[in-house]
Nanobody
């Protein structure tokens, strides 16, 4: 079965950097668009970034542009999210997601993705 397993979360201070990873198995990774979302307790899941199958095209939520970078290594079946200049408001559970259907446009909605990981907690202290 398809599994997406995130790792790399933790407790950091404001201004620090952190890279979270998502290892995929049970699917043909290079055939899937990948995305990162985040969610705080009691809040809706929020789009962070997405990356095309080959990795050449990326798209970010406005509040993450310039601070976050999504990338992927298809040989390792892994997608990454590099987060710089972290702020306390970035504290969330970060989840990766996979979408198999091709689309010419960037997908930013929860229902656009079929598979989800459990998430990794990122906590930014002030």
């Amino acid at each position: 079965q398809v599994q997406l397993v995130e790792s790399g979360g933790g407790l950091v201070q404001a201004g620090d950097s952190l890279r979270v990873s998502c290892a995929a198995s049970g699917l043909s990774f290079s055939d899937y668009t990948m995305g990162w979302f985040r969610q705080a307790p009691g809040k809706e899941r929020e789009f962070v970034a997405t990356i095309s199958r080959g990795g050449s095209n990326t798209y970010y939520a406005d509040s993450m542009k310039g601070r976050f970078t999504i990338s992927r290594d298809n040989a390792k079946n892994t997608v990454y999210l590099q987060m710089n200049s972290l702020k306390p408001e970035d504290t969330d559970i970060y989840c990766c997601a996979a979408r198999g259907a091709f689309s010419a446009s960037f997908k930013t909605e929860i229902h656009d993705y079929e598979y989800w990981g459990q998430g990794t907690q990122v906590t930014v202290s002030s």
